[in-house]
């Protein structure tokens, strides 16, 4: 069993020192398997069926009215998306705001978590809960007080800026050059999950690590460099997937504030959103899940290739 | 997928690393500098905080205002009232007026109209009108500060907050120690032991949430249905007991950073693999276990659909979030209302977060000392 | 249709990440709960006063289960409207009283809040767990689930219903091409609400309340009350901060405080219907039009906004600091609005000073844009008989508390007076009630919110919060023409996908 697992997957090299004691291989195959066995059993129980079934729903005409009869379509709702120009617009949309919004989650929460972390901030725990406190907000309360803050004429954002004397500040989330910096600022508003993450991966590195670079002559940048960021490479690989994946499946805000119609501009025609309008709003299950199994397969894809160069930037300290 | 990446950059003292453990910050000896460093980056932290606190602040006042406030649309920028002087029956609006003979009194308006407006003076409304010359919306309206804390007592009252919240912290609780535990096991097992598909179970573990949650709400539903589980909390609660990708990768990524040399050195001690877990690797990954923890208690506390669908016909094992949900759609007409609620909603997790966070700050103290 | 604004008009569906397992929220932003959005059509909203709701414990529902040999009928609430706590309080009291004299029938009451209310029926029925009864839910709202809906013919027949007490109008409402599919309970013609001190401060006067009265302008000449004549004196009605009319020089657009005509701005199609009726389907029902009072009611609108400052613009209308209350009229600072007979729900506010007016002509013409609600069964039920026993007992005993609690002007026509009595017992300025009965036969026909295809996508560019709604009120300096052309080919290309 483990001679096969060895050989179909190569990638798992170099299993040490155990290796020819093969009794004691199998005890530690045998504990993994008990430790992962209540994911195994949930994954079974509650998920694949979930997975499969809606993986099916690409191959039939499932939609909620159900004129016609239920029947097997095969590759027809694939097809069809592959000449839907608005699957490759949402797509497009999808991506150009990932560009914008996936610097600013990684690096800002990484940034304030050092800043809180550092010994010199006085009051940090008051720090720790005033900026963890918009992340609490419910979400749709969060969006509806951001609706307020941006609007255009009595907003407080423009408001600022006309008393800076900006003339004619801009009407954030109805003008397509402005919607994507707004939305950012939106998003920055959950980012206390993000400085929670980064914060225990900072309080995980050993103080002794800093004592003996300072010794070395290191300063800030050079500690950073060589003690903080290696150190904390599992924890920014982790935070870099999901917000992969967050960005991909991302629509809410946009649906609340827009309203999900994609406007300014179609601007906001998020690849998740016309997703769930074809769920949800057009009760069109089949071709909703099929863009769902689209979605699902760039994800993977885009992961796999993280994964793949991740062994050339994230250490592991207890890896083997 | 690379369930087991790569080396450290061999420029980085990888070798050296590996060998330190956690210990506990040493305190030093305050220099002048530090104060400069201290004073600059505190308030770097106070003006970013500012800028993203505003919109709280903004929520903070609404909830505070009253419905005649808020139609206003000049009204001041902290809760305040209107005044008014009842005057045959109505209530009048008081306004600043300045009188011909240069004096400006605090008048009520009996009679609006384009060119001149009749005026009472509240002090002595028997003398009659006075007409003012001029157009009464050039006026300013008087004000009293008065901040409306009544809006949260009728909130209370209206929301009915000690069932919901009842409902609420035992669906957060439960679930939450229902995923630390399981969480914590199988990431245990995905970072600590080799065993045959390991890599493969973990890419399909990370899968799971590349699949848009939307497509998956009717067969799981479905399947609820089918468990005779709907109308019961089980639907919200027991998966929680079975781990998910997204805390099991975090708690995974967090014990890998921890060195092997101690769980080798409790295994030589003749540890089995749940003591080498609570003994060495628990105390070391206390962040990590209550980020999870946090996120868990957040989650929970804010998952509306979930609730909506599995109990919509059972109000009674509701949570906060469906009341408020509910309330919101009621009281939409009143912002004020809408924001006292969400404010009230949000002070238990933040009450948590703030005892969290002293024991996410202490467990570091805790592995200095374990060592 | 009591949108609750575009942007509030929101379902929450905390799906996050994953409903099947409980995940935990992920560290990047919009983590927390996930969100639905039901801009499907909604429904006319019966009152739901919220500010003054008494305070008693209002979420309490009960909860009983049927007894063994009882069937039970699911009542889904709330695709709009009747989730008020007052509300609440009187479906929970027929609900009661329904199952003490009922033994054999159980009746569930499902009261799902609005935000969540589509994605969730939508969720039980694609489930095969849907309920058997669902209202109140008015002819758009319903439209959002086409197909759905139980042909109530067989029934009525077997039963010998007896509907002789409605007008023949509104039963034909309901008869679609999926059958009758409901029976009228509550209708809400159009009328023109008015601040009766806002034209006492401007010297004006009041609008006709009868159909066919001219108006008298301030200068003594006698004109017709049609859409020009609205927006003549809409202007002098519109002030800005420092007192001046729209009609006078130096006014400043970009500073009004009071403005003097608003449109039933929820729907584009609605919009349409007051300068009269049409649809967007063409006569084979696939081709796009738009009917050409539709494009002269949008044009009015939207030079209302623009040209003549009268109406409010897009951002000012989202704010929620100016118009938190989705319908303008209701802050007291809107002369004049052309809405829906349940739009009353929000005048409590006004402390009486309001009035009902004739809507004014189009081309001669008057058209008042209907809205009806009524409780419908799904065909999905396994009990249609027992649901039909309840459903005839929502509209037939229960009717009176039923409606009174909606704020709904009942469908029967010898009901009408008691209704507007007990009416009166809120608004005791007593209102002119005749204006929203002599509306009723000037009711748009075909409705505005009769299906046409992909009901729900084509809503995405007309409904509220829709594309084309939010863009003309947004953006100035259109070309209406092409405005109207880009719309039709939009539509024409949804309707034409496979």
Redesign the interface.
Known sequence: MTAVGRTTRPRLRGLPRLRSLSPLTRREALWGYLFISPWIIGFLWFVLGPMIASLAFTFTNINLAQEEPLQFVGLRNWQTMLGDAQVWAALGVTIRFALIQLPVVLILPFLLAIGLNARYVKGASAFRVLFFLPYVVPFVSGVLIWGGMLNSETGWVNEVLRFLGVENPPNWLNDTGWVYPALVMIGIWGIGAGIIVNLAGLRGIPTELYDAARIDGAGFWGALRHITLPMMSPVIFYTLVLAIVEVLQYFLVPLVINNGTGEPGGSTFFFNLYLYKNFFTYQNMAYGATLAWLLFLVTLVVSLIIFRTSRRWVYYAGER | MAAEAGQLDPAASGGVLARLSRSVRPRRPHRPRDAVKSFALTFALVAVLAAFLAPMLRATLVSLKTPDQLSETNAPFLPSLPQTFSFEGKDRDVYTVPLPDGTTRQLAMVKPGRQQSDFVDPANPAAGTITWQGSWRTLDRAWLLAPAFQNYVDVWNLIDFPRLLFNTVALAVIGMIGTVISCTLVAYGFARFRFPGRSLLFTILIATIFLPSAVTVVPTYTMFVQLGWVGTWLPLLVPAFFANAFDVFLIRQYFLTIPREMDEAASIDGAGPFRTLISVILPQAWPAIVAVAIFHLVYAWNDFFGPLIYLSTKPELQPLAVGLQRFNGIHYRNPAYVQAGTLMTMLIPVILFLIFQRIFVRGVVVTGVDK | MRV?????????????????????????????????????ASQPAPP?D??S?P???????G?STPAPGQTEI?W?CCLGGG???EQVAVEKQVVEAFNASHPNIHV?F???????A???L????????GPDIVGPVGIGGANA????WLDLAPLITKSNYDLSGFPPDAVNIYKLDEGQVGIPFAIYPSVLFYAK?LFD???LAYPPHKYGEKYTMPDGSVVDWNYDTITQVAKILT???????ATQDGFDPTKI?QWGFEPQRDDLRGMGAYFGAGSLAGADGKTAQIPDPWKAAWKHWYDNIWTDHVSM????F?????N???YPF????VAMSQNFLWSTY?LE?LEGDWDMAALPAYNGKTTSAFNADTFRILKDTKHPDEAFEVLTYLLGEAAPDLLSTYGGMPARTDEQAAFFESQDETFTQKPDWQVAIDSIPFADNPNFEAFMP?Y??TL??VG????YT??WQ??KGLNMDQEFEALRSEIQAIWDK?
């Open positions: 609750i604004r575009a942007t509030t008009a929101v379902a929450v569906l905390a799906l996050v990440v994953g409903a099947c397992s409980s995940g935990a929220p992920t560290p990047a932003p919009s983590s927390a709960p996930t969100v639905a959005a039901s801009d499907a739901s919220g500010a709701a305070a008693n414990t209002p979420i309490a529902i909860g699911r889904y989730d008020a706590p569930t499902e009261a799902v809040p609005y935000a969540g589509n994605d969730a939508a969720t039980e029925i694609a489930s095969g767990n689930f086409h197909g759905q001190s401060e401007a010297g002030v800005d901060s420092t007192g001046k009319d405080v613009t897009g951002p000012i989202q704010s929620p600091d100016i938190p209350e989705d209701f802050t007291g600072k929000g506010g992909k729900n996508e995405g560019l509220s919060g829709g594309k939010t863009r947004t953006e496979p």
